[in-house]
């Protein structure tokens, strides 16, 4: 069992950065890969970002790729996810969740809210 919980979200304007982290705990949480989904309201979750255990294989959806930037560091069991240029279509409950690439899904947090005021 894996257990991840995010930080960092909040309130910023359009075009500002953010950093969301996520810290893993339990069974380690090193030899599965890890990932970013967001649910805006209304709308159903999708995955934003996902890095393998190694780092080697990542992948993002296109409306934030040269926009945001995944990384881990396994030392510290945490997944970062650093976000820039932020607009209001990024506004969503973002969650972290820990599983097998290239889903990256079988672990999930309880969710950090990010909102961008445009």
């Known amino acids: 069992q894996v257990q991840v919980v995010e930080s960092g979200g909040g309130l910023v304007q359009a075009g500002e950065s953010l950093r969301l982290s996520c810290t893993a705990s339990?069974?380690?949480?090193?030899?599965?890969?890890m990932g970013w989904f967001r649910q805006a309201p209304g709308k159903g979750r999708e995955a934003v970002s996902c890095?393998?255990?190694?780092?080697?294989?990542?992948h993002y959806i296109d409306s934030v790729k040269g926009r945001f930037t995944i990384s881990r560091d396994n030392s510290k069991s945490t997944l970062y996810l650093q976000m820039n240029s932020l607009t209001h279509e990024d506004t969503a409950m973002y969650y972290c969740a820990a599983g097998p690439f290239p889903w990256c899904r079988k672990y999930w947090g309880q969710g950090t809210q990010v909102t961008v005021s445009s």
């Open positions: 339990g069974s380690t949480a090193d030899p599965y890969a």
């Open positions: 890095i393998s255990s190694s780092s080697l294989g990542i």
